[in-house]
Each structure stands twice: as C-alpha cells, then as structure tokens.
C-alpha cells in the first residue's frame, strides 16, 4: 500500500511571499499531522487534521494554516514567509485512533529567502 | 516547545557493536514510540509501545517502555553500515500531537 506523499519536494521563495505545500494520507488514515524539523528546534508539531476537523494545534503563529478535504488529503499554508520558516515540513498519517501510531512522508524542504 | 531528552546526543561505533539509547521525560506518557530518520526523509517507524515494561523487536532492534513511564530505551544490536541514521523517540500528547525527543545521531565505522 503507497506511503505518505507530499509535494512538492522542493520549494524556494522568498520573504513576504506565501507557500501551499501538500500532503496525501496512506489510503484509510483520517487523521493527518503536520510539523516543522529545523535544526535549531528540532521536530515541533504544528497542527493535526482529522475528518476535515483540527483537532489540534501547536504553539505557532496564525500565518501558519492547514485544511483537510473529503478525501483526507490535507493542505498546509504559510502566509507572508520569514527567513526563519526555512524548514522541513513533515505530514504524518494516522488512523486518528488510540494506538498514535504515525506514518511520515518524505517532507517538503522550504527555504526562504 | 516541549522536548523529549534523548541520550547520548551521538554515537560513532564500530560495525557489528551493540548500540544503546535512552529518551526521558519529565511527565508520564502511555505510548512510546521510537523512529529512524535518514538525511532529508521522514522518519520512519521503528517500534511502539503501549505498556509499562513492555519489551518489544524488531529484527536487530529491542525496545522497552520504562516501568515509571517516564522513560524508554532502544537497543541495536550487531550494528551494520545501514543502521546510520538520527534515531528519535516520540510520545503523544492529545490524541495524535507527538512531542519529539532531541535525537541521537548515529554513525557506523566499518
């Protein structure tokens, strides 16, 4: 059964500009996880999705965004970019029950100019 | 944000040693989970744990959940070349919000 994707792989921007980076669930997840790996922070948490639901969120800013469609793809935006919003984005899959178990893509590396 | 204290922070061996890793917190957690994450990939799942004192493999790797749940281990044993790699625990917090550990970052000689 096909992994966790997530496009595109690659991205430049530059300052001021926004991002949309996306995320597709192993085929039956409901729940989808997004976070942020910098070498600095390491892996922080940004927000989880579940039936179009968030569910939850983690401690960023509101230019940081997400959304969930029917089919359990997910979407994260990031709005009016930073240097410091060079990272990895990471989107994890899940069934969204008890057992927490996560699957990961392989990121998007973001870097701002 | 909240980290999980993982140790050592690194380790270089020799190809065929044991290696051992530890990851604490200082709050109780019902679920451990220990991943692998190669040099611009995702990391991928290694082991779960859902129970104090539970000790579970897979394949060369061995992990146990902490008896005070505050803490969990991973064991590699007969380390080979493809072992290199960041190793990083993680637990939830609600739901499925999975706090991280700093990582221990392993690098195999021949």
């Known amino acids: 059964k096909a992994g966790v994707t997530q496009t595109p792989r690659y991205l430049i921007k530059t300052r001021g500009q926004q991002v949309t980076l996306s995320c597709s669930p192993i085929s039956g997840h409901r729940s989808v996880s997004w976070y942020q790996q910098t070498p600095g922070q390491g892996l922080q948490f940004l927000f989880e999705y579940f039936s179009e639901t968030q569910r939850n969120k983690g401690n960023f800013p509101g230019r940081f965004s997400g959304r969930q469609f029917s089919n359990s793809r997910s979407e994260m935006n990031v709005s009016t970019l930073e240097l410091g919003d060079s990272a990895l984005y990471l989107c994890a899959s899940s069934f969204g029950t008890s057992r927490h178990e996560q699957f990961f893509g392989p990121g998007t590396r973001l870097t701002v100019l | 944000g909240q980290q999980l204290n993982q140790s050592p922070q690194s380790m270089f061996i020799q190809e065929g040693e044991d290696v051992s890793m530890n990851c604490t917190s200082s709050s109780i957690f019902n679920t451990w989970l220990w991943y692998k994450q190669d040099p611009g990939e995702g990391p991928v799942l290694l082991i779960a744990l859902y129970k104090a004192g539970e000790l579970t493999s897979n394949g060369r790797l061995t992990a146990q959940f902490g008896i005070t749940r505050k803490d969990s281990f991973l064991n590699i044993s007969a380390s080979i070349p493809s072992d290199v790699g960041i190793y990083f625990c993680?637990?939830?917090?609600?739901?499925?919000?999975?706090?991280f550990g700093t990582g221990t970052r392993l690098q195999v000689f021949p």
């Open positions: 993680a637990g939830p917090r609600n739901t499925d919000k999975l706090i």
